[in-house]
């Protein structure tokens, strides 16, 4: 039993460094995972573990996503190369084909995460990318009508809803939670560096329209996806799933990383078992949604931005100026994740990146010639993708049980990502060169940054605050409340000792 008076949010119990195991590959049991068999790590042996585990883990997640984002945003490229006037995208057929992924993207995130348990992530995630990157892109390169490249896109939206929300969740199982965002940034960066990438391949890829009587455009779907096929053939064999099968680990670092994990937000462990209330948990929670309202100001203009980015200048200088924007937000990505897992704060990031954006946005809506124009996109660029990582795992961290967490942050994803379908929308053809109106909408997404965050911090420190004065009170008066440990692992992030990251 666990006395209300000792429930503060306390360092996990501490192994007492005994306990020697034969190696071996099964998984672990619940002895191994005891506190008193747990081997006992210096901080330079844990810092060694963790960079054992992200070298095998982040240089295939990445390049996964790397090749996910290159290949989503590269319609952005073709429209500059041809494809407008190949497949008579006349009035909003092009911003139709666009929101025709976003659609069924948003809508098969939740369920994807619920079954990431149930099969092997290396399984999953090769599923995944074969039916996005290698079969969807490669048709992408060969369609001929307008009806083709949406029944495409609307495939490729299903075949990819399953990687981003998959791969943050998976992490949340490896990582602890001040460690998690910095992670998050080496998986996001690779849109980034697609973001860069895209622009320089597709200018070179451009060159090849014409050759085997294919367009530039054409071209530039079906090397992105032949090389992605490569990659997942890659995935397969070197994907790891779970810490207590990680093969590449001894018994005592699988043991380490998961006792670690499983004591980082609670006393007691988090729930690890499915129920069905923990769907519903996830689904009324209002952290969940809050988030998703503050998610808003991130993800239109990140998608706004990403598929008209640059506008003004002929084909070959605009798919050249995508670049230094990306490589802009790539560094102050890594500058974010790395302060707001040492600070363990992650709102004044998220903050800082909303205002970036709101400084972009008020530089292209205004009269400006086109030279500011393009120095405002670096702003909306760096502050958009820089303020993703952070307010993904903020929400990751307080979000207790596996499966909560799981669920709360697919839907959290996803149910943002619905933004995607406005933005997408909102670039009319009509509008150019000035796009008044997509810069109008973007400005009142990103507005909601501004009203939403200091609601969740006041709400956040507010909660804590209670927490806080009921655990002092109880030890002032030497109360002696009881909750069993599986009580507290069922209230999970509602329980006493559970304390909110702000």
């Known amino acids: 039993m666990a006395s209300f008076a000792k429930i503060v949010p306390a360092d996990p119990p501490v192994p007492n460094g005994s306990g020697e195991k034969q190696h071996r590959d099964e998984r672990l049991d619940d002895a191994d995972l005891d506190p008193k068999n747990v081997q006992l790590l210096t901080p330079e042996q844990e810092r060694k573990l963790w960079r054992k585990v992200d070298i095998r883990l982040m240089p295939i997640l990445s390049l996964m996503y790397l090749l996910c984002y290159l290949d989503r945003g590269n319609i952005g490229n073709a429209k500059l190369d041809g494809l407008v006037t190949q497949l008579d995208l006349t009035g909003n057929r092009y911003n139709i084909a666009l929101t025709m992924f976003y659609i069924p993207y948003c809508l098969f995130e939740p369920p994807s995460n619920l079954a990431l348990r149930a099969f092997r992530p290396s399984r999953r995630a090769f599923i995944s990318e074969v039916l996005s990157e290698s079969t969807a892109r490669a048709l992408m390169g060969l369609v001929k009508t307008y009806p083709q490249l949406v029944g495409v896109r609307a495939c490729l939206g299903i075949a990819e809803a399953g990687l981003f929300p998959g791969v943050v969740y998976y992490l949340t199982l490896w990582y602890p939670r001040y460690m998690l965002q910095y992670r998050i940034a080496l998986f996001f960066g690779a849109a980034t560096v697609a973001g860069a990438f895209s622009g320089l391949l597709a200018f070179a890829i451009g060159y090849m329209g014409g050759i085997a009587g294919l367009e530039g455009w054409s071209w530039i779907f079906l090397l992105e996806g032949l090389l992605t096929i490569v990659v997942s053939i890659i995935a397969y064999f070197s994907m790891v799933d779970f810490p207590d099968t990680a093969k590449f680990l001894t018994p005592e670092e699988r043991a380490f990383i998961i006792w670690r994990k499983k004591y980082d937000n609670s006393s007691v462990g988090e729930e690890e078992r499915f129920a069905v209330r923990h769907i519903w948990a996830a689904f009324v929670d209002w952290k969940v949604w809050l988030h998703i309202l503050l998610h808003f100001s991130i993800v239109p203009p990140l998608t706004g931005i990403t598929l008209f980015l640059p506008f ?191």
């Open 312 to 502: 003004g200048y002929s084909t070959p200088v605009s798919q050249l100026l995508t670049v230094p924007p990306y490589v802009a937000a790539t560094i102050l990505l890594f500058v974010f994740a790395h302060y707001s897992d040492k600070l363990k704060m992650r709102f004044p990031f998220i903050l800082a990146g909303v205002s970036l954006s709101l400084i972009g946005f008020s530089l292209n809506i205004s009269t400006a010639p086109n030279g500011v124009k393009y120095f405002g996109t670096f702003f909306i660029v760096m502050g958009s993708y820089a303020a993703v990582p952070g307010a993904i795992s903020w929400l990751g961290n307080n979000l207790s049980g596996q499966y909560k967490r799981g669920v709360g942050m697919a839907l959290h994803i996803g149910a943002a990502n619905s933004g995607s379908v406005i933005a997408t929308n909102i670039y009319r053809s009509q509008d150019s060169p000035r796009f008044i109106l997509g810069h109008a909408v973007e400005l009142a997404f990103v507005g909601m940054g501004f009203i939403f965050l200091p609601i969740l911090v006041y709400c956040y420190k507010r909660v804590n605050a209670q927490r806080d004065a009921i655990e002092r009170l109880a030890l002032e008066r030497g109360d002696r409340v009881q909750y069993s440990d599986q009580e507290l692992r069922d209230l999970g992030d509602c329980a006493p000792d559970f304390r909110y990251t702000l």
